[in-house]
Nanobody, 119 residues
Framework: QLQLVESGGGLVQPGGSLRLTCAAS????????IGWFRQAPGKERERVSC???????DYVDSVKGRFTISRHNAHNMIDLQMNSLKPEDTAVYYC?????????????WGTGTLVTVSS
């Protein structure tokens, strides 16, 4: 299984911003599609954003215009810039690697990073 590590979660007030990072150390992320997913307490995991090998991005409607996914191939990382955060964005965020978007049946998952949006 391909291993990923997320970082950047934390506590932020509504309207604030966070940048999440997904990193891989044993394979090249630029050969794969990378997706961000999240799971809120008591809810099922849901899609957030995905970028394929060609750099084409996709977002779920609830985050469009607020979140931006970016590849940083030179550093073997993927970022998720989250702006205008809302309390409903509170969740554990996971990145996943696959052949193409969306990697629901991923080749590997990270362990997650907690994002809490609260005043």
């Amino acid at each position: 299984q391909l291993q990923l590590v997320e970082s950047g979660g934390g506590l932020v007030q509504p309207g604030g911003s966070l940048r999440l990072t997904c990193a891989a150390s044993r394979f090249n992320l630029d050969n794969y599609a990378i997706g961000w997913f999240r799971q809120a307490p008591g809810k099922e995991r849901e899609r957030v954003s995905c970028v394929n090998r060609d750099g084409i991005e996709d977002y779920v409607d609830s985050v469009k215009g607020r979140f931006t996914i970016s590849r940083h191939n030179a550093h073997n990382m993927i970022d998720l810039q989250m702006n205008s955060l809302k309390p409903e964005d509170t969740a554990v965020y996971y990145c996943a690697v696959g052949v193409e978007c969306w990697p629901d049946n991923a080749l590997g998952w990270g362990t997650g990073t907690l994002v809490t949006v609260s005043s």
